[in-house]
């Protein structure tokens, strides 16, 4: 684990990702603390990729849990080989084993128990591990009741068998895009960060790091652009996601520079509702096209 701030955001770095002092320093108390850390944010700002680097950065394996609407417990923790265990029962009649109870501890022992990523982020005989529970607010409010004992103390209580605890503690990542609010005793368990759009200057330095291809020239214009279009009322605001396709897309295009042509073909790229992208064809997009020269004319 990275002894201070600094080398925090050494790690995040050597990974290609670019964050902020307050991120770094909110990812190292998390490693440090031994804490699980709750980013919630915009889509496209880059909160599920934090988990990604960590796990590349320390060498750990990446578990995933992707949360959705109606998610159980037996698809989010563990459930049980019923098919197994009914072969074993039969298996156990046909030899004569009438020991009820023998057999009952035999088919509930680890061998039968599935471990859905709750589980094997946590599994002893697995290795450390980065755990990302992604999107949690896609999932019904019951079930962050699920999560509290693992958020916790690193465990998880398996009623047929008994309680299995980590023996290394993962690195826990919870994402949120805010659809819904999170339960006040899933966030008294984690450490926060609300990860919110880069500045233009952290953009840059993020397509530099995403899209080395892409040309300087080419990727100020296209940073400049964007920054200005997350001002405009539209539906869904271009994340950093958009950012780093829509300067590829580009690239590919052999474009050195935004045109109108170029933006009015490549919009669906980077804006992905019909609505936006009509709002801003025609002279709309060629006024930012403009604003975005005269800045870089300027900066010059």
């Known amino acids: 684990m990275p002894d201070r701030v ?3 955001a050494a790690l ?9 002092s307050e991120l770094a320093t909110t990812v190292h108390l998390a490693l440090t603390m031994e804490r699980p850390l709750l980013l919630e944010g915009e889509p496209g700002t880059g909160k599920t990729e934090i988990a990604k680097v960590l796990a590349s950065g320390l060498g750990r394996r990446l578990v995933r849990l992707q949360c959705y ?13 019923h098919a ?29 128990l599935r471990a859905r990523p709750l589980l094997a982020a946590i599994d002893p005989d697995l290795g450390p591990a980065v755990l990302l529970i992604d999107e949690l607010d896609r999932a019904d409010e019951p079930f962050e009741a699920f999560l509290l ?66 040309p300087a ?19 869904k605001l271009p994340g950093v996601a958009e950012s780093i396709d829509w300067a590829q897309a580009l690239a590919a295009l052999d474009q050195q520079e935004l045109t ?14 019909q609505d936006d992208i009509a709002k801003l064809r025609g002279a709309e997009a060629a006024r930012l096209i403009a604003e975005t020269h005269e800045e870089a004319a300027g900066a010059a």
């Not at 995040?12 to 902020?20: F, N």
């Not at 170029?262 to 669906?268: H, I, N, S």
Request: glycine fraction near 6%; charge should be neutral.
């Open 84 to 112: 197994r265990q009914l072969m074993a029962i039969r298996m156990a009649e046909a030899a004569g084993d009438t020991d009820r109870n023998a057999l009952a501890a035999d088919i509930y022992g680890r061998a039968f």
């Open 260 to 273: 109108p042509e170029a933006v009015r073909k490549t919009l669906g790229v980077l804006l992905k509702y």
């Open 69 to 81: 609407d109606g998610m159980d417990l037996a698809a989010a923790a563990y459930d049980w080989d």
């Open 12 to 20: 995040l770095a050597g990974q290609g990702y670019v964050a902020d």
């Open 6 to 8: 600094a080398a925090t």
């Open 149 to 214: 004992e693992l958020l916790a103390d690193f465990q998880i209580t398996v009623p047929e068998y008994g309680t299995i605890r980590a023996k290394t503690r993962p690195v826990v990542v919870l994402t949120s895009n805010r659809t819904r609010e999170v339960h006040d005793a899933v966030r008294r368990r984690c450490l926060y960060h609300w990860v919110d759009y880069p500045d233009a200057e952290r953009e840059r330095a993020i397509l530099a790091a995403k899209a080395p291809e892409v």
């Open 217 to 235: 020239r080419l990727a100020a214009q296209v940073v400049g652009f964007v920054q200005r279009l997350r001002g405009e009322d539209l539906f």
